[in-house]
């Protein structure tokens, strides 16, 4: 037998399959998907199975043997194997990128895997069986191999595949059938991440007396002391040594002392262990419901190929459709996945589908550390589960049997994701859903204009998003495997749009109000807040009832700038404005991390009025806290919850009414479903309008529906404050009106004639070195091979833009240059990209040049 694999070397020329050999032991082991060592010249590599066949077409002793499987089970199913081909086409990446990127990064961290005897061992198996009245007996080697890991507790597999190399058929089967169990020794880097803490004594007044006690010269120790002292609780040292700016020699003198003591402490923890999910039952449908679940309840139990597009607005009951939606699904005997923007996985998310599913339900999301997400993984592969939920990666959940395939939020543009495989989940979706015959709902309260325009051009359209020609030679060319083969066929789904036009029990969306700050500023106001909104948040103070305040962060800038001479801080290594973290006292490069403490005095100018510009939240924070005395705010950023857990913490915290005001960046957008929240207030509505994207307002009309969907979903009515300097652009004038189709219509023809998606497609070339003239000229001559090869297919108008220097010109000093790929028509024209790109394999290796291709960029910076 002979194996095709794909090896772990992300490089033009082992971008395809080599052969080898498959020895006697390990076929059993090898199947399409496994993972496998193999020789490599001198090297030996990893790699993937990608095909197993009878022969190859030249001469068989040339053909070097696999030296290793690494896994039990093949951490790829075949029909992944398959998509990751599919990936690689459509993104133009390598496939072991696209192999890599499927599997959990547990099986990519350094671990090894061992075997030991079960619970009750061998003996216990065969009790078992005789009362079944079936004698199954071991095979005489079973028993040899059972008594030998029984002898040494635990056993590598390796060191026991080689002990007994010709009977790997038997300790598989021994492991199938339970009466060996794999124990993974993973170095869990996470869960096992401990941090340095400092504890202050249980009499922290002595910390006064101690300081005393000092001698003059030590006055950093003195000025730890007295922060502890008025801060008496754990904090990190890293922590500590940034307040007091004092080095960790000094905490360990006192340390040494026996003032203080500084251990070891876990900050991690599993969120969702020892918790119990109320179960829920189906709620009986509202009549826009009972009409979308009845389609696709019919799609499934059909097994059609088919993708919906769920417009239904915020509070419409989407999450119940979907709910029932995998139930049938489940009573098919099929699995479900359900995407979720990696922002919205919040608890209450999970909560919703582990209530109705209990146990069925694997979580995979990026909080979890590796150990974690291993052993969600673990359960999709064994069959332990039949519904995953998660963020964009979840799309490769090793299920074999997917009925259902649920996006939630499918406008978000999370979906893409921005390095290599630079792939949208959404469109993924829909190749793996055709693969499965399986059915897609992509939901939203505001559906992209992508999506949107499927529906309208209903099959034609994904002729425009697979390229079937090469989908279909992959297939017949690997998959042994016919169920997918001959599912892969026509990837041309459907589009159909369903739609819930009201809220659950008639409730009504809130009315939204305009705020014209630039009237407010007018008559005297100078203030964050407008008087509406002020009003308004008074109010709820008094009624008790709950706010939720939005600020946009993104185009916020937190930057670092003199008054006196107007300079702005920047990266040395990168042409961005270094960013002001407020808890850590420093200014920092969010491209390369480069950091320095904040400044006191102008590098410039040397004067003093150097003002370190907060994050937005933190700057509303103080400033609710001035105008409300003593009110209660939750403050949910990047800042706030980098730690694990704290956005449950958070939202738990709010729900339970422990907080007036939840404020917080597009986090506090999504999602949530609070009974008190009845006033929602965005707080700059126009920030993203700024920026040079055409997506801009897409972006503001999607938050702001989003946002104020939040408010009055319950028996409390609600009411929403947008405030704008910009009160007459179509995205908030359609937003405050609940106007998606208004705003759908106008941007619609916007993109049509300004030739931007989803009328034209664009593929972003980047280039990037540390040279600017062999940068500009590999640019001018990649612009010019493109051309070229344009020129060459006629029949599909494709343009070509640039090279220009890229937005953000440098990053880690090397300096970046783009050309735009920009066409129209149904092919998918990577092929074309990728042909270009050979004329620069040359420069790219021997000048360490990198390229990378963005097909259908979120981003065009
Ligand atoms: N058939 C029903 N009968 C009664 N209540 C329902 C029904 N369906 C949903 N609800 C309730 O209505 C509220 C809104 O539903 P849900 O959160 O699913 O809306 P959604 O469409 O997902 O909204 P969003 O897009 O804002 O997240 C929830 O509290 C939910 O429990
Ligand atoms: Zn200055
Ligand atoms: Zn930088």
């Keep these: 037998m002979y194996a095709k ?144 890991v029984r002898g040494k507790g635990t056993v590598e597999i390796g060191a026991l595949l080689h002990k007994f190399a010709a009977a790997g058929g038997a300790v598989k089967q021994l492991i199938v059938e339970g ?144 709910l029932q939606s995998i139930q049938t699904c489940l009573d ?125 051009r209903g099959k034609a359209s994904t002729q425009q998003l697979f390229d079937m020609n090469h989908i279909q030679t992959a297939a017949a060319a690997r998959l042994p495997d016919t169920a997918v083969r001959s599912s892969i066929d026509s990837l041309n789904v459907p589009f159909e749009l369903l739609s819930m036009p009201t809220r659950v029990e008639g409730r009504p969306l809130p009315p939204v109000h305009i705020v014209d700050m630039r009237e407010e500023l007018r008559t005297g106001n100078r203030s964050m807040f407008s008087r509406p909104l002020y009003k308004a948040i008074e109010e709820r103070l008094h009624k008790k009832e709950q706010t939720v305040l939005l600020l946009n962060r993104r185009g916020y800038s937190t930057f670092v700038m003199c008054r006196t001479c107007g300079y702005v801080a920047e990266c040395p290594h990168c042409d961005i404005s270094l960013t002001y973290h ?38 509303v924070e103080e400033e609710l806290n001035k105008l409300f005395p003593g009110i209660r705010v939750i403050r949910m950023d990047v800042d706030t919850t980098r730690e694990k857990g704290a956005h449950e913490k958070w939202l738990t915290m709010f729900r339970n009414r422990q907080a007036d005001v939840l404020l917080g960046t597009q986090m506090v957008a999504k999602g949530l479903d609070f009974p008190h929240v009845t006033l929602v207030g965005a707080i700059a509505a126009d920030t993203v309008l700024n920026l040079p994207d055409f997506r801009a307002a897409e972006r503001t009309f999607q938050l702001l529906t989003q946002v104020a969907g939040r408010a009055g979903r319950h028996d409390l009515p609600g009411e929403v404050y947008v405030q704008t300097y910009a009160p007459e652009h179509y995205s908030i004038l359609t937003a405050s009106k609940h106007d998606y189709h208004g705003f759908m219509e106008k941007e619609m023809t916007l993109r049509q004639l300004h030739e931007y998606p989803p009328f034209y497609r664009l593929i972003l070339l980047t280039l990037s070195h540390e040279q600017l003239p062999l940068l500009m000229r590999t640019a001018e001559a990649l612009a010019a091979r493109l051309k070229e090869l344009a020129a060459e297919v006629p029949t599909i108008p494709i343009e070509i833009l640039g090279p220009v220097a890229s937005p953000i010109a440098r990053i880690k000093d090397r300096y970046r240059f783009q050309c735009m790929i920009k066409y129209r028509g149904d092919t998918a024209i990577s092929g074309l990209v990728q042909q270009a790109l050979t004329l620069l394999q040359d420069v790219e290796r021997q000048h360490k040049l990198t390229i990378s291709v963005d097909v259908d960029p979120q981003m065009l910076m």
Aim: net charge negative; hydrophobic share 40%; aromatic share 8%.
């Design 5 to 148: 694999v794909i090896v772990d070397v992300p490089a033009k020329q082992t971008n395809h399959a080599f052969d080898y050999f498959v020895p006697e032991p390990m076929r059993d082991w090898v199947a399409v998907g496994s993972r496998v060592g193999v020789p490599f010249g001198p090297r030996k590599l990893q790699g993937f199975v990608v095909e197993l066949d009878t022969q190859v077409d030249y001469d068989p002793s040339k053909v070097k043997p696999l030296t290793e499987v690494m896994d039990l089970y093949p951490p790829l199913t075949p029909d992944l194997v398959e998509l990751a081909h599919w990936i690689s086409q459509t993104y133009v990446c390598h496939e072991v990128t696209a192999l890599q990127a499927m599997i959990p990064g547990a099986l990519k961290a350094k671990y090894e895997r061992h075997v030991k005897v079960a619970d009750g061992g061998a003996e216990g198996v065969e009790i078992e069986m005789q009362a079944d009245g079936q004698h199954k007996m071991l095979l005489p080697e079973q028993l040899e191999i059972i008594e030998y």
């Design 179 to 322: 009466m060996l169990h794999e124990v993974q020794m993973i170095k869990d880097r996470m869960s096992a991440k401990k941090v340095l803490t400092v504890i202050p004594p249980e009499q922290p007044d002595m910390l006064w007396e101690w300081a005393e006690q000092l001698p003059a010269r030590a006055a950093k120790q003195k000025q730890v002391l007295s922060y502890l002292a008025q801060h008496p609780v754990p904090i990190k040292l890293s922590e500590l040594l940034h307040e007091v700016g004092v080095s960790a020699t000094t905490v360990k003198s006192l340390a040494e002392k026996g003032w203080l003591s500084i251990a070891e402490v876990e900050v991690f923890r599993d969120p969702y262990a020892e918790r119990t999910f109320r179960r829920t039952e189906p709620l009986p449908l509202m009549p826009a419901q009972q009409a979308v679940f009845a389609r696709i309840e019919q799609a499934v139990t059909g097994n059609t190929r088919q993708v919906f597009l769920l417009h239904g607005v915020t509070g419409s009951g989407k999450t119940e459709v979907y």
């Design 332 to 456: 098919e005997g099929r699995e479900a996945i359900v995407l979720v923007p990696e922002i919205s996985l919040t608890p209450q998310m999970v909560e919703r589908f582990k209530g109705r599913f209990g146990d069925q339900v694997a979580v995979l999301h990026s909080r979890l550390s590796h150990g974690e997400r291993y052993d969600e993984w673990r359960k999709i592969m064994l069959k332990q589960v039949s519904v995953v939920i998660g963020a964009r990666s979840a799309i490769f959940a090793p299920f074999t049997r997917i009925g259902l395939i649920i996006i939630d939020e499918e406008h978000e543009s999370s979906y893409k994701q921005e390095e290599s495989p630079k792939y949208h989940a959404r469109d993924v979706a829909i190749a793996r859903a055709g693969q499965h015959q399986s059915v897609v709902v992509l939901g939203s309260a505001t559906p992209s204009l992508e999506s949107m325009k499927r529906t309208l």
């Design 582 to 619: 407020q808890s850590s006292h420093a200014i920092r490069c969010h491209y390369c991390g480069y950091a320095e403490r904040q400044l006191t005095t102008c590098p410039s100018c040397s004067s003093e009025h150097i003002r370190h510009f907060g994050t937005g939240t933190q700057r």
